[in-house]
Each structure stands twice: as C-alpha cells, then as structure tokens.
C-alpha cells in the first residue's frame, strides 16, 4: 500500500515547487487531491505537462518496438543463415509490447499505422548496420503488411 504524504507538511513558493524538487511526492499528493476532489489545490499546470509527456512517451514505445520489430522480420527475411531463435524471440517479445499497448489503449492503432512507414524506413538503415547487407537489397517498401508484422505466427520466407 502507498502511503500518501499530507498536503500540509510542503508549503510551496513558486520559485520551490514540490514538483522540481521532490516528484514522487508531488505525484503521491496530486493523487490524494484528485481522490479528494480538491482541483483548486492541484498544480495544473505541472499535471497537464506530466498527462502530455505520458501520452508521447507511450507513441514512443509503440514506434521504438516497431521499428525492432521489423529490423528483426528484415534479417530474418533476407538473413536466413542467421536465423536463430534470438530473432523468433525478439519478434515474439516486440509484438507482445504493442498488442499489450493496444489492448490497453486501442486508440493507438491508428497511430501505428500512421508511423509504420516511417519506422520501417529506420528499421532499414538498421538492419543494414546490423547485417552488412547492402541498402539495396532491402526493398524501399516494407515486404509486410502491417497484420503480417503483428501476427504473432509470421515468420517471412
């Protein structure tokens, strides 16, 4: 169980936030003004940072595993002397990190299908620093679809 400090015990001046100086403790007393309903007592400004740098911080999962994820489906692809179960296990890990995402903010998919070019173009240059294969024996294009990424089942030929 969290034990919420008190309001009362961090007056604080604008030039010594409790949110500069100690975070966790300005988190844990946000929470109990919220639960208490006291929004005349919330630091508003600071809450409205954290929920927006919450929200990119999750966009940012979803395009670092993309892009792994289909760094590993390109190597596995067009590297299939390699092919171990590191890479079956690294594309299983992956998918699972995003369909997690998703089954807890299913309004995220439209922005995986809105970074998935994007992210399959970095995953290209990656691969090729990763394999010394040549940049153009990668297609431009992604070879996946962006079901075929996600299926936990795919392995390309």
Request: aromatic share 10%; glycine share 0%.
């Amino acid at each position: 169980m969290i034990t919420m400090p008190t309001v009362q015990n961090h007056p604080v001046t604008s030039s010594n936030s409790l949110y500069d100086q100690d975070f966790y403790q300005w988190l844990m007393i946000t929470v109990k003004l919220l639960q208490e309903r006291a929004i005349e007592q919330i630091d508003i400004d600071n809450l409205i940072k954290e929920l927006e740098e919450t929200a990119k911080r999750t966009q940012i999962t979803v395009k670092s595993n993309l892009r792994v994820l289909l760094m590993n489906l390109l190597q596995y692809k067009y590297q299939p002397s390699v092919r171990c179960e590191t890479y079956q296990s690294s594309l299983l890990k992956h998918r699972l990190r995003i369909l997690d995402i998703f089954a807890q903010s299913p309004s995220l998919k439209p922005y995986y299908t809105e970074v998935f070019d994007q992210c399959y173009l970095y995953a290209r240059k990656c691969a090729v620093t990763q394999t010394n294969l040549p940049l153009e024996l990668l297609p431009e294009t992604c070879p996946f679809t962006q079901e075929e990424t996600l299926n936990l089942d795919y392995l390309p030929q």
